[in-house]
């Protein structure tokens, strides 16, 4: 069964801090690895990650997919109060037809708190 | 360009009643996919629907069940609510079938909470 797993569960830094946010993976038929960042309501699209080793950055925010470890890390630099969220990764998968589905497998998520 | 809007926001039902949840996607989208999402088991996959068809679905029981409009409009149905039924239910739209292209990744909305007592 797919899963994914993110640690630590939860961080608490302070403003200026960088933060780095893991995430593996047992996906059958992996695809992609998105990240998303959830304050109030909607989870809000950061990244999506489908080539090994290539980095995606985003301002203070980059992330980085290991396919051979499988395993993703986000970065925040110079982290800011309003950078306070739940982070969430999750997989996307083929099925074995080679059928694409737009189900994602979601880890529990990271709890970031910034302290001014 | 509006995101994806859900309606209601919140809802209180009691259990065994049944309710409606309405989504509608990002202008263009036509793949709409729903989750559930509580403290204990946090983001779930509920359905996918493209092209009016419901095209994957996930581990729940056959009380949640959901339809496409041809406007890509969606809306999710439970039957016979239940007290573990309350969650924030979250609906996603995209592009295409899926999230897996690069440029059509899953842009969820606000969500409905609901709450059953």
């Known amino acids: 069964e797919d899963k994914v797993v993110q640690s630590p569960l939860s961080l608490v830094v302070h403003e200026g801090d960088t933060v780095t946010l893991n995430c593996s993976y047992e996906v059958t038929n992996f695809r992609s690895l998105l990240w998303y960042k959830q304050e109030k309501k909607a989870p809000t699209f950061l990244f999506m990650l489908?080539?090994?080793?290539i980095e995606k950055k985003s301002g203070r925010l980059s992330s980085i997919l290991d396919k051979k470890e499988l395993s993703s890390i986000l970065n925040i630099t110079a982290t800011q109060t309003g950078d306070s969220a739940i982070y969430l990764c999750a997989g996307a998968f083929t099925n074995a037809g080679g059928t694409s589905y737009g189900k994602l497998t979601f880890g529990q998520g990271t709890i970031l708190t910034v302290h001014p | 360009k509006a995101g994806v809007t859900q309606t209601p926001r919140y809802l209180i039902k009691t259990r065994g009643q049944q309710v409606t949840l309405s989504c509608s996607p990002i202008s263009g989208h036509r793949s709409v996919s729903w989750y559930q999402q509580t403290p204990g088991q946090g983001l779930q996959f509920l359905f996918e629907?493209?092209?009016?068809?419901?095209?994957n679905k996930g581990n729940f029981p056959g009380r949640f069940s959901g339809r496409q409009f041809s406007n890509s409009r969606s809306e999710m149905n439970v039957s016979t609510l239940e007290l573990g039924d309350s969650a924030l239910y979250l609906c996603?739209?995209?592009?295409?079938?899926?999230?897996?292209?690069?440029?059509?990744?899953?842009?969820f909305g606000n969500g409905t909470r609901l709450t059953v007592t």
């Open positions: 489908t080539s090994s080793g």
């Open positions: 996603a739209s995209s592009l295409e079938l899926g999230s897996l292209n690069y440029n059509s990744p899953l842009h």
């Open positions: 629907y493209f092209s009016e068809t419901q095209r």
